[in-house]
T-cell receptor, first 113, second 116 residues
Framework: GDSVTQMEGPVTLSEEAFLTINCTYT??????LFWYVQYPGEGLQLLLK?????DKGSNKGFEATYRKETTSFHLEKGSVQVSDSAVYFC????????????FGAGTRLFVKA | GAGVSQSPSNKVTEKGKDVELRCDPI?????LYWYRQRLGQGLEFLIY????????KSGLPSDRFSAERTGESVSTLTIQRTQQEDSAVYLC??????????????FGPGTRLTVL
């Protein structure tokens, strides 16, 4: 079945370090891919998305590229800040007459000053 | 404008009781989703409503779970004869519908359900 696998956390980095959170997916058809973020004490919110192969989503210094050949959508940021500490969720949506969305388990990121 | 709201924010119930959770989507959002998030885990899709189309119920874990939505407004998720394994945060999200495009989901704050 359709699924999303992302790297386990927690990930702990120092400020200004490079961040990669891996995400791979299994899907029948051609999904749209998303990264959602949940900051402490807040609800989930969309960080970025890509709707077709080779698309790059970007927002707030984060980027992810839709790689169909490796079925991946890894999240990257060149220089993390303490304020980036949050839980990051990779997700896919399939147009099956509706848009059922499947989420990964989430990766918690801690950034130390 | 107002975001997605959910009530109650917390619910503690005894095993075997029924509970009803409510979601008010953003006005104009025709798509509505329910998810379950167990402690330390990802979001588990439960059900999806889009306008007047038949809902996608493929994620409901058992026949104790049901959900309703009237038109494009409020939705209620009902869990009958609750079990301890039902303890989780139940999240609701809504989004606009623009035909073949996938739009951003806006999430509510969730209802934390504890079954004793």
């Amino acid at each position: 079945g359709d699924s999303v696998t992302q790297m386990e956390g927690p990930v702990t980095l120092s400020e200004e370090a490079f961040l990669t959170i891996n995400c791979t997916y299994t899907a029948t058809g051609y999904p749209s891919l998303f990264w959602y973020v949940q900051y402490p004490g807040e609800g989930l919110q969309l960080l970025l998305k890509a709707t077709k192969a080779d698309d790059k989503g970007s927002n707030k210094g984060f980027e992810a590229t839709y790689r169909k050949e490796t079925t991946s959508f890894h999240l990257e940021k060149g220089s993390v800040q303490v304020s980036d500490s949050a839980v990051y969720f990779c997700a896919l949506s399939l147009n099956t007459g509706g848009f059922k969305t499947i989420f990964g388990a989430g990766t918690r990121l801690f950034v130390k000053a | 404008g107002a975001g997605v709201s959910q009530s109650p924010s917390n619910k503690v119930t005894e095993k075997g009781k029924d509970v009803e959770l409510r979601c008010d989507p953003i006005s104009g959002h025709t798509a509505l989703y329910w998810y379950r998030q167990r402690l330390g885990q990802g979001l588990e899709f439960l059900i999806y409503f889009q306008g007047n189309s038949a809902p996608d119920k493929s994620g409901l874990p058992s026949d104790r779970f049901s959900a309703e939505r009237t038109g494009e407004s409020v939705s209620t998720l009902t869990i009958q004869r609750t079990q301890q394994e039902d303890s989780a945060v139940y999240l609701c999200a809504s989004s606009r519908w623009t035909g073949g495009s996938v739009n951003e989901q806006f999430f509510g704050p969730g209802t934390r359900l504890t079954v004793l």
